[in-house]
């Protein structure tokens, strides 16, 4: 797993805002989620979803970390399905390429 700074800024506001998250629990989350992921230093430079601009921060992360997987629930996402060698799926898509 990676992550850059400006994805773990997206999952505190989501978790606070969406998920009502007290700040101790969203510090403890973006705790753990730090120590099972190498962290990853982006430009903010590339431009691939036109229809939510705030999303790029996922596809360049993962570009510059050599994912080869981005696991979302947002819909301008997912509907990309892949970006150069990067596959786009759902969670519950990710957890099937596990099996049962």
């Known amino acids: 797993m990676v992550y850059c700074p400006e994805m773990l800024a997206e999952l505190s506001l989501k978790l606070r805002e969406k998920f009502g998250f007290s700040e101790n629990r969203i510090h403890a989350v973006l705790y753990d989620y730090r120590q099972f992921s190498e962290r990853v230093k982006i430009i903010g430079q590339l431009k691939v979803v036109s229809a939510d601009p705030d999303d790029d921060k996922f596809i360049e992360c993962a570009l510059v970390g050599n994912a080869s997987v981005i696991v979302s629930s947002d819909k301008h996402l997912t509907d990309l399905k892949t970006y150069q060698s990067?596959?786009?799926?759902?969670?519950d898509q990710f957890l099937a390429m596990f099996g049962s």
């Open 86 to 91: 990067i596959v786009i799926v759902r969670p």
